[in-house]
T-cell receptor
């Protein structure tokens, strides 16, 4: 069955450093991958979408890579700030299927 | 409204009671999703509405769950004869179209069945 893995343990990063989160998947060939941020008591907020033919995508301090050979996406936050502390979710989708497959998320804690 | 609105924010109900959860999507969004999120788990797809098409109910966990979307806008998720395992956060999302577009989520309804 299709499976997405995100590190279930919280990631602690010192302010100013680069935070890197991982999303691995198996038994699936997604057409695109999305990253969302979720704060406690709130719904997820869309951050970035990267398609299968794109290696990398950037938005301000965020960078996402997508390696369809390794079946992995990396999500980077450069110059991290305490306000970046949240849970980050990845989701996979196909062009012919509106349903997204979601990871459980990784909690990121940026320490001042 | 400016975003997706869900009500109530929190609901505590006794086992066996029925509950209704409401979702007001962003105006003009044709696609609407309901998800369930349990602690430490990924979002679980429940049901999908797209325009006037028949909804995809394939994610509903049992026949105690049902959902409607009236006039292509407001949606209600109904859970009959609630069970303790129904306790979770129920999230609604809407998007402009059905495929690979940004999904906008509401804040969710935290349901606790006691």
């Amino acid at each position: 069955s299709q499976k997405i893995e995100q590190n279930s343990e919280a990631l602690n990063i010192q302010e100013g450093k680069t935070a890197t989160l991982t999303c691995n998947y198996t038994n699936y060939s997604p057409a695109y991958l999305q990253w969302y941020r979720q704060d406690p008591g709130r719904g997820p907020v869309f951050l970035l979408l990267i398609r299968e033919n794109e290696k990398e995508k950037r938005k301000e301090r965020l960078k996402v890579t997508f390696d369809t050979t390794l079946k992995q996406s990396l999500f980077h936050i450069t110059a991290s700030q305490p306000a970046d502390s949240a849970t980050y979710l990845c989701a996979l989708g196909g062009d012919s299927n509106y349903q997204l497959i979601w990871g459980a998320g990784t909690k990121l804690i940026i320490k001042p | 409204g400016a975003g997706v609105s869900q009500s109530p924010s929190n609901k505590v109900t006794e086992k066996g009671k029925d509950v209704e959860l409401r979702c007001d999507p962003i105006s003009g969004h044709t696609a609407l999703y309901w998800y369930r999120q349990s602690l430490g788990q990924g979002l679980e797809f429940l049901i999908y509405f797209q325009g006037n098409s028949a909804p995809d109910k394939s994610g509903l966990p049992s026949d105690r769950f049902s959902a409607e979307r009236t006039g292509g806008s407001v949606s209600t998720l109904t859970i009959q004869r609630t069970q303790q395992e129904d306790s979770a956060v129920y999230l609604c999302a809407s998007s402009l179209g059905p495929l690979n577009t940004e999904a906008f989520f509401g804040q969710g309804t935290r349901l606790t069945v006691v």
